[in-house]
């Protein structure tokens, strides 16, 4: 394997024996955040881990990478389709950007999040979802942090048919929580990540609407508030 095909863990792995202590946090913390270390500046990056930024181009250095920089962009290789509204978004509040613009562009953000799910949507993998939660006899849902709210409009979406819901949230006032026949709760940390909750949010609902079309309730979910 040369270095040009090496994986940031890959580089991990390798330079592992001859890392600090330091250098060993960080980089447990690379392997558990990737994504939302591939988005960080260094001075961020440096905040989260504890350390200066000296030490963050020195942790680069030690994976043989000559910088930050370079380590930040082997570490975003094969999520670029996924960082790339969020770089625009960051140049975009880098300026001197108004409140219309800002929304504009979080809302261009949407759209196009929205049009890669609708293209990459799976027909086979769409069937199959539905018919397991019409077999299912217990539908387990499951959100963290904001995704517990995606987690709730899902348990309104199929409510309407008969399942006993049972939900694991990080705690009793999680909105998931009171909604469901039975709730098992489980310590989680929040992650701030640039995932469209407008995309999910449209799976969710045309989840919701496949199943009561195929169960035969679709009037009755159309008359709920």
Known sequence: MTKTTLTIAGRIARAQPGLSRTQHKMAEYVLAHRFRVATMTIDEFAAAVSVSVATANQF??????????????????????????????????????????????????DIRNAQRTLRDLDAAACERAVDAILAAE??????????????????????MHPRSVASLADKPTAPLAPTASEARYAVSARQLMPNSETAALGLIEALSTAVACRAGNAAEAADMP
Do not use: K, N, W
């Not at 380590?71 to 290789?77: H, T, V």
């Open 60 to 109: 680069a250095r030690a994976l043989d990478l000559p910088g930050y920089p370079q380590f930040r962009a082997e570490l975003a290789r094969g999520f670029e389709a996924a960082l790339e509204p969020v770089e625009t978004l960051r140049t975009e509040l880098t300026h001197a950007a108004s409140a219309a613009q800002i929304f504009a562009a979080t809302l261009q953000e």
């Open 138 to 159: 217990r539908v387990f849902i499951i959100g963290f942090g904001a995704s517990g709210f995606l987690a709730g409009m899902l348990q309104r979406g199929l409510c």
